[in-house]
């Protein structure tokens, strides 16, 4: 590599990496935009390589933890580098988008955990109850504020809302203590998804070549997804008999199988509208329609979902 090109990599390697410390920055305000952290690295390493990508990641690492705290620094250090070092290892690789996607989310996934341990082991901070205790606490300010409405103002809708929260909050305790690992998977395959889509649509604005995602509606699970899931679940209810307490997995393996039912039903309908003769417009007025009608829906798209997953409904044969 000459000297020119050389510096012109590390130039822009420093470029990018005073955009990911202005992320992380403006980040402090707007929470949001820490899950975008990974973009700018993605598309320095398409154009310069994964090397440069890397060194960007730990320089702005260092400089985030200088300027804004050394926790701050090991959040990013820590969740996202492996997060945007992973995806840019395939978007590098050329590798298929949903198997980029799915290296992001195994890197998510246990830096989260690693996370989840470091904050236990220095700071004897325990994860999941402090997010428990979170919820406790909004749900006690939420109940707080309809106290304080004077009794002339009260309505049967008002004390409707107030009973609802009181049935609410140790449901939602019960599920943030209980179905965490769930929501880990579910989470991590999102953020990693929306970064992939989000550098996606970034490469063709520098004309850069990453493999576009097909879509949601050409989403597959492999055929053998559910004899997996079967597996496992017999594997609990085998540890069942030995007298281990396996309630919360099988719970979890129960949520993670409805979740990819759903999502696989949400699927086959995208592809099928996409299939119907109309305009662009109407056709997403549909996606919202299915979308807002989810949650009662929601058994129903998932029967869809093993269905297709039964009999190829869509006889696709692209599978994650």
């Not at 195994?106 to 470091?118: G, R």
Request: hydrophobic letters at 55%; proline letters at 2%.
């Amino acid at each position: 590599m000459n000297r020119n090109l050389k510096t012109s990599n590390i130039t822009e390697a420093a470029m990018i990496t005073g955009i990911l410390v202005i992320i992380a920055y403006l980040s402090s305000f707007i929470t949001l935009l820490m899950f975008f952290y990974p973009t700018p690295a993605i598309i320095l390493g398409k154009r310069k390589g994964l090397k440069y990508s890397v060194l960007a990641l730990i320089a702005s690492d260092l400089i985030i933890s200088m300027l804004l705290g050394v926790q701050t620094g090991l959040v990013f250090f820590i969740l996202y580098t492996p997060l945007a070092v992973a995806l840019t290892y395939g978007i590098c690789r050329d590798e298929d988008a949903n198997k980029t996607i799915l290296y992001g989310t195994a890197a998510y996934m246990i830096s989260f955990v690693l996370y989840i341990l470091l904050l236990n082991f220095i700071m004897g901070i325990n994860f999941i109850e402090r997010v428990a205790e979170m919820y406790d606490q909004s749900f006690a300010m939420t109940r707080g504020l309809f106290d304080n409405i004077p009794d002339q103002l009260r309505t049967a809708q008002i004390e409707q809302y107030i009973r609802d929260i009181e049935e609410m909050a140790p449901k939602m305790n019960y599920i943030v203590t209980n179905v965490f690992p769930a929501v880990l998977i579910a989470a991590s395959v999102i953020t990693s998804y929306i970064n992939y889509m989000v550098a996606s649509k970034f490469a063709v604005r520098f004309s850069i070549n990453v493999k576009q995602h097909e879509g949601i509606g050409y989403f597959s699970f492999p055929r053998n997804f559910m004899i997996a899931m079967a597996g496992l679940l017999l594997l609990s209810f085998l540890l069942g008999l030995l007298n281990i307490n396996v309630g919360i997995i099988q719970l979890n393996l129960f949520i993670i199988v409805f979740m990819a039912m759903l999502l696989q039903g949400f699927a086959v309908l995208k592809f099928f509208i996409d299939k119907i003769i109309l305009g662009k417009f109407a056709r997403n007025i549909i996606l919202i329609i299915i979308v807002l009608m989810s949650m009662s829906f929601s058994v129903i798209y998932a029967i869809i979902g093993l269905v297709d997953l039964t009999v190829n409904l869509r006889k696709i044969n692209r599978t994650v």
